[in-house]
């Protein structure tokens, strides 16, 4: 299988590229445990990313991206409410999630591990996003385009998100550990 960039390790050449996110064909998804059984999913509908690919070598490369808080939607209107609140994303108060990156790891053909900086409500934290370059190839309409997978866990009381109930049976209402799936499609900037 040979990678979609070439990897070159040799020589000070780059070929750097601006790469356009599309919303339309890309996700940044959540999922946490209610009542410590059920798997509750949610997304952000309002994603801004900045991708700048060393097209010779991934590992030079860069992404900077800001979500609207308020973009959540969990498929419950008083569940997104709530999430809203100071109980949780207060966004209001933080109306932006934003992540920059910070280094880029080869781990394999097409595997990276992307380091960088995750901001919820004024709080920072360093995470590590497992990263998939899915491929390359040009749409209809001659543009060329990217795709790449990440996932991460982020335990939410690092962010200040400590709001809970505890339940009876034992247990908690909802659960800390949040896992975040990201599928990004981009074009390369005429």
Do not use: C
């Not at 097209?55 to 860069?62: A, G, K, M, V, W």
């Not at 709001?163 to 975040?180: C, F, M, R, S, Y």
């Amino acid at each position: 299988m040979t990678s979609a960039f070439t990897t070159q390790t040799t020589g000070t050449e780059t070929t750097r590229s601006n790469w356009v996110f599309d919303p339309v064909h890309s996700a940044v998804e959540f999922s946490a445990k209610h009542m410590m059984v059920t798997t509750v999913r949610g997304r952000f509908d309002v994603v801004d990313v900045n991708l700048d690919l060393d097209e010779n070598d991934l590992t030079n490369s860069s992404v900077e991206a800001t979500i609207k808080a308020d973009s959540l939607e969990t498929n419950d209107p008083n569940r997104n409410k709530h999430i809203h609140s100071a109980d949780f994303l207060e966004v209001e108060k933080y109306p932006t999630i934003t992540f920059k990156s910070k280094r880029v790891e080869r781990k394999g053909e097409d595997h990276y591990r992307v380091i960088g900086d995750l901001t919820i409500r004024d709080v920072t934290r360093e995470v590590e996003l497992d990263t998939t370059l899915e491929g390359r190839g040009v749409n209809p309409w001659g543009k060329e385009i990217v795709a790449f997978e990440a996932k991460t866990s982020i335990n939410r009381k690092d962010f200040g998100l400590k709001w809970n109930v505890a339940l009876e049976t034992g247990g908690v209402l909802v659960g800390e550990t949040v896992k975040i799936e990201l599928q990004v499609q981009a074009y390369k900037e005429s």
